[in-house]
């Protein structure tokens, strides 16, 4: 029973349920949260250098597990398209940068994981969680326009669908299609 219990905690773990260490909630419109983070190589990224482009910053629990997995290879597999429209891809987790790095060189991802081991960024956000003692990020995606507004915040992803949801909206808004 213990191991059952043990599972089914780690299962809610990694899909990010669990009760939050919540900020303000983030309003749609409203300006995003700035950041400076590291990321798998040890370069430092804040949200101001991406002014004048679209940002898919997208939270996860941890490196290397299966739904974080999919969810970084479905926007590598899309990378070219994100690119196309003007937007970059973050990922952040609230692992370190060595972990980062041994995550994106395993499944060539080919766009910034940034490191917030102590999770200020995910406070920021809104989607720092505890379960069990350990603090991860929820699976969370903040779509933030180019004069660093959010314009839309996804609370409810699914790692395999998330990254196409996200190249449609980018089309709706931006008026370019993804292809």
């Known amino acids: ?10 299962t809610f773990l990694l899909a990010g349920v669990g009760p939050a260490v919540l900020a303000d909630d983030i309003v749609t419109g409203e300006a995003a949260p700035d950041f400076e983070l590291p990321d798998q190589n040890g370069d430092m990224h804040s949200l101001e250098d991406y002014r004048d482009e679209w940002v898919a910053l997208y939270f996860y629990p941890k490196d290397d597990t299966p739904g974080c997995t999919t969810e970084a290879c479905e926007f590598r597999d899309d990378i070219f398209k994100f690119r196309r429209m003007g937007a970059q891809v973050l990922g952040v987790s609230l692992d370190d940068e060595a ?10 991802l080919p766009f910034p994981l940034l490191a917030d081991p ?17 603090s ?24 395999e669908t998330h990254s196409a949801e996200l190249l449609a909206d980018l089309a709706e808004l931006t008026g370019t299609p993804p292809e």
């Not at 029973?1 to 780690?10: N, S």
């Not at 972990?99 to 060539?108: I, N």
């Not at 102590?118 to 069990?132: F, P």
């Not at 779509?143 to 839309?152: F, M, S, T």
């Open 99 to 108: 972990s980062h790095k041994e995550f994106a060189e395993k499944y060539g």
């Open 1 to 10: 029973m213990k191991q059952f219990i043990y599972a089914m905690a780690v």
């Open 136 to 159: 991860v990020a929820k699976r969370q995606t903040f779509l933030i326009d180019p004069q660093g507004r959010i314009a839309k915040h996804y609370a409810d992803v699914n790692p």
């Open 118 to 134: 102590e999770g200020t960024t995910a406070d920021a956000y809104g989607v720092k969680t505890r379960w069990l003692g350990i």
